[in-house]
């Protein structure tokens, strides 16, 4: 447990009593923790493949093409139409 001087404690309490600075550092806590997702979430690669009953995480790992059906050993390319297809 973390004990705090008697002034720190006296100015956490005076920040926490102001609501409009308090939920805004809640907010912007939030804001950042979401930012930190940012390479997860808008990335070009899915999240999840299901292929022949096996799942596969391509944001973890790199799938080779042909594990999913392709002919290169390359990573796939998500987009391709033909992988698309099957």
Known sequence: MVFFSRLA???VLLFRRNRQAFYSFIFL???A???LCADL???S???LIRFNGH???P???VIPENLL???FQTEADYKNEELIER
């Open 33 to 35: 923790g979401i930012s």
């Open 55 to 57: 799942y596969y995480l």
């Open 45 to 47: 690669r899915p999240l």
């Open 59 to 61: 944001f973890l790992q």
């Open 29 to 31: 806590s939030l804001l």
């Open 69 to 71: 059906g392709g002919e």
């Open 9 to 11: 404690r006296k100015r």
């Open 41 to 43: 979430i808008c990335n």
